[in-house]
């Protein structure tokens, strides 16, 4: 089994890795998120996402990312924690940081054939399923479990 260290993938590696999986007909998932106090919720929807296809990447939110989306309290951990953590899960193949506030550089780098996210979003809510689309690639919205996030785990800590 691979260290978690090398599932991590620059933009660069991941440039090259790409085309080499659809040449070789490898059904690809690619999803994205914070993935800030890593919990059960996440390791689901890893899972799941996981089960489409014949590998899963993993774009996680850069440091800056995060602040310009949830706020300068977040994020807790720093990016390069958060993708070892998601790395070291197995149902994870590969993991990257990326810096911008959408995923869609990563669906044009990866064209996935499948493109993963949380029940807490619709396709219409994705920037991202426009794109994935132009690659002939699946956007799938997996089941959420509300009661298993980040938010939730974060208002329960406050409470203690």
Same mark, same amino acid.
């Given at each position: ?8 993938? =620059?933009?660069?590696?991941?440039? +090259? ?12 998932? +690619? ?8 919990? $059960?919720?996440? +390791? ?13 990447? $993993? ?6 990312? $995060? ?9 807790? +951990? ?18 990257? *940081? ?5 995923? *869609? ?16 979003? =619709? ?9 994935? $689309? ?22 329960? *800590?406050?409470?203690?």
């Amino acid at each position: 089994m691979r260290t978690p260290t090398a599932k991590l993938l =620059t933009r660069e590696q991941l440039t +090259l890795l790409a085309p080499a999986w659809r040449d070789a007909g490898k059904k690809v998932v +690619l999803t994205n998120g914070v993935f800030d106090l890593l919990h $059960v919720g996440h +390791l689901r929807y890893l899972q799941e996402a996981r089960r489409l296809g014949d590998l899963l990447v $993993v774009g996680v939110n850069s440091d800056e990312s $995060v602040r310009q989306l949830k706020g300068d309290t977040r994020p807790i +951990l720093p990016a390069t924690e958060r993708a070892e953590l998601v790395a070291g899960l197995e149902c994870v193949d590969y993991v990257t *940081i990326f810096h911008e506030l959408t995923a *869609i550089a990563l669906v044009e780098i990866v064209q996935p054939t499948y493109y993963a996210k949380g029940g807490d979003y =619709t396709e219409r809510d994705l920037p991202e399923a426009e794109a994935v $689309v132009h690659y002939g690639g699946f956007v799938v919205i997996l089941p959420f479990h509300p009661e298993r996030s980040t938010t939730a785990l974060l208002e329960k *800590i406050k409470q203690l």
